[in-house]
């Protein structure tokens, strides 16, 4: 058949209904489509759309469904213009549009099919109108094209028979040359049943949604990195990408003398706009609320009474992967005003019904963290999308978020955030932990107790952080923390002397001892003076005070202060508890330094034998005695001992903590070191500049350890040779 130019079928007819006949069409709106923006991310879909119409066709309907505004009639245009392209003027006759959101439109448009196909007319007003048109179509030797576009509602679809059951009026066929394509939101497969195939229309990738947002606002708005982030911050939905393009591309265009000053002209000042009070004129959201609140009554009406409810709770967690199994607990939620009654299936059968009309998306099962073992499964997760989230997220769950989340965040719940094994469930839960700290004011009309969970959970996040060697990020988070426990509690309540001290704990690791220092005295001072000297919590920040003097270089008043913990530790707790393990370790790092290296040795390989039997080869504290034994040899001379353990601690830690957390940079640096002093100074030089460059982005070139690794290089570039 010769490519050539074609006429999408075009018939315009009267339609019998209460206000009298209205004229309808069956021509694809193609004037919508521009020709000079092309459709961006679509290509592979599009490409298995064309397949269907070139005697490889399966007989299934296919169903584009999606958020409103993501493009689904877009990409049922780009379609109708392919197919123009590659079949010609003789594909004209056997290409239809029909709208499918009127009842009358979307029969009057198919018994408009049946009469061009050549039907009687007693036959196309008749009631089995149906049962011969789809007789007509499975028998058709030529390709042939039914969009029906807009279905707001799938039962409009039954007329005499059932959708899902093949006998509507909308049906599966047997001609390998059709396609019968409906846009909607609804992508329920219940409704569509086993002979329709659901083609999820999702939100651009960030770099296609980029480039949509330049097609639209021309090269003068910003940057390409500006375009990134307002194309995340509109959730990628093609329609709120075009219409701030567009805004962009009018206020460039607009003299200045009739620019307010308040006009956002480049894609970071709509960001913000976004985020402001000016932004409500400007955010795209309201755009899709009708069909948002279309598609929550349509799931009230179909049994799922909790779904408004369920979106609404989701949308008051921060804009991120959701981990609804850790969260959504059915026995917190039983019982909250809106949640009555609700059990663990309700839930997952509503959150299935949500993702089914796009108003929610389940992720893939993946973090930034991928799993330590085999054992360990990341949780599953689901995400509002920006602009639901706007229009959906209140304060009236507020309380009862800060509720679940305090509970998915114990330790119970999900473990330690210093335990590896936890850190793929704590990728997920940390951003909407961390956000709290930025409620606080919003959260000043809930209940104490809910504030209180609300400071741990946040405190918990900042634990995480820590542990992945954020220091700074978690300094900021456990600073908030303490500032939010003070003005709750007091400064002597046993939570913010806790807060104090995982604050002490950043500012050490940020290279900030006299503070780090001072901070701990005084939690030790109060834990001591309220509860005596061998409270846990006071030897604890005995303990961390005792590292920060041996790290500040005072030996002797760490000696002291460790040699005291270590005897407290095991005393109450034995010789091999875990916080006995850790004094003795911290004390033989400063036996150690002192120049005690036998005793340091039997220290270090005592825990060591502990470590090994409690927590595996493998595990963080176990490679941070390894790592210290490696010193040992190296400090003692022995690098033919040392080069070995420090490769095999630093390819341990490469794998578990990646390559810029600070232990994986401090065994980079003295295996760089040790390479240095055996000859290798290509791989050291590699090596110490990685660690130099790192440190120095994260704690700047003053810090002791950059520093230290800057006069590393420096002997390597001063060498001979």
């Known amino acids: 058949m010769a490519a050539s130019h074609l006429e999408v079928g075009q018939l315009v007819m009267a339609v019998p209904s209460r206000a009298g006949a209205r004229v309808m069409t069956l021509a694809a709106p193609l004037g919508l489509r521009h020709p000079e923006r092309p459709l961006r991310g679509r290509a592979a879909l599009l490409k298995n759309l064309r397949q269907q119409c070139g005697e490889r066709g399966d007989g299934r309907l296919h169903v584009l469904h999606g958020l409103s505004g993501s493009g689904k009639t877009a990409l049922a245009l780009e379609l109708v213009h392919a197919l123009q392209a590659h079949f010609g003027a003789a594909f004209a006759p056997y290409a239809w549009w029909i709208d499918g959101q009127q009842a009358a439109l979307f029969e009057g448009g198919l018994r408009a099919v049946a009469r061009r196909l050549g039907l009687p007319g007693d036959v196309v007003e008749a009631e089995e109108v149906v049962d011969v048109l789809w007789q007509r179509l499975n028998e058709s030797k030529r390709p042939w094209l039914l969009v029906v576009d807009g279905v707001s509602d799938p039962s409009l679809l039954n007329g005499p028979g059932q959708l899902a059951a093949g006998t509507g009026w909308i049906r599966p066929h047997s001609c390998p040359s059709g396609l019968v394509l409906i846009t909607t939101y609804d992508g329920t497969t219940d409704v ?11 939100p651009l990738a960030e770099r296609d949604a980029a480039k949509v947002l330049f097609d639209h606002a021309g090269p003068n708005a910003g940057s390409w990195s500006g375009a990134v982030r307002l194309a995340r911050r509109l959730g990628g939905l093609p329609l709120a990408l075009r219409m701030a393009g567009s805004y962009l591309a009018e206020v460039n265009a607009m003299p200045d003398a009739f620019r307010d000053t308040d006009m956002p002209a480049e894609f970071d000042a709509f960001v913000q706009a976004l985020d402001g009070p000016v932004g409500r004129g400007l955010n795209p959201a309201p755009v899709i609320a009708d069909t948002w609140r279309l598609a929550l009554d349509m799931l009230e009406r179909r049994g799922f009474p ?40 309700t839930i997952w059968r509503t959150l299935r019904a949500l993702a089914a009309l796009s108003l929610i998306d389940f992720c893939p099962s993946e973090s930034d963290d991928p799993p330590v073992s085999a054992s360990e499964d990341v949780p599953a997760s689901v995400r509002v999308h920006p602009l639901i989230r706007d229009l959906s997220g209140t304060s009236r769950y507020l309380s009862v978020a800060v509720t679940l989340l305090g509970r998915a965040c114990s330790v119970e719940q999900v473990g330690k955030p210093e335990e590896p094994d936890a850190w793929a469930a704590w990728s997920l839960l940390a951003p909407h932990a961390l956000r709290l700290v930025e409620q606080e004011a919003s959260l000043g009309g809930v209940s104490l107790n809910v504030q209180v969970a609300g400071t741990e959970a946040a405190e918990m996040a900042g634990r995480y952080l820590q542990a992945r060697g954020l220091s700074r990020q978690a300094g900021a988070v456990f600073e908030k923390v303490f500032e939010w426990r003070m003005r709750l509690m ?39 003076a309220a509860r005596g000297e061998s409270f846990p919590h006071a030897l604890t920040a005995r303990h961390e005070l005792g590292r920060v003097l041996h790290d500040m270089g005072n030996l002797s008043e760490a000696e002291e202060h460790l040699s005291a913990v270590l005897e407290s530790r095991r005393h109450l707790q034995g010789s091999d508890h875990s916080h006995t393990l850790s004094a003795q370790h911290e004390l033989a790092r400063v036996q150690h330094d002192l120049g005690h290296w036998e005793v340091a040795r039997q220290n270090y390989a005592h825990v060591l034998q502990a470590r090994r039997r409690d927590l595996g080869d493998n595990h963080p504290r176990t490679l941070t005695v390894l790592h210290n034994l490696a010193c040992l040899a190296q400090d003692e001379g022995r690098l033919e001992s040392a080069l070995p353990q420090l490769r095999s601690v630093h390819a341990a830690r490469l794998q578990i903590l990646g390559n810029a957390h600070p232990q994986t940079l401090s065994t980079a640096y003295r295996l760089g070191c040790a390479l240095r002093d055996t000859g290798d100074t290509l791989q050291a030089h590699a090596l110490l500049q990685h660690v130099h460059a790192q440190l120095s982005s994260s704690l700047g070139d003053a810090h002791a350890h950059a520093r230290r690794a800057a006069q590393a290089l420096h002997s390597l570039t001063a060498a001979p040779g």
């Open 192 to 202: 569509w049943g086993s002979g329709a195939a659901l083609h999820p229309v999702l």
């Open 306 to 345: 909790y779904a408004s409810a369920v979106l609404e709770l989701l949308s008051s967690f921060a804009d991120a992967p959701i981990p609804y199994a850790l969260v959504l607990r059915a026995p917190l939620l039983d019982g909250q005003p809106g949640f009555e009654s609700i059990d663990g299936s």
């Open 490 to 528: 007091g400064p002597r309540a046993p939570e913010t002397l806790t807060a104090q001290h995982n604050l002490a704990g950043a500012l050490h690791d940020m290279g900030e001892l006299a503070r780090a220092e001072a901070v701990y005295r005084s939690v030790w001072q109060s834990h001591s």
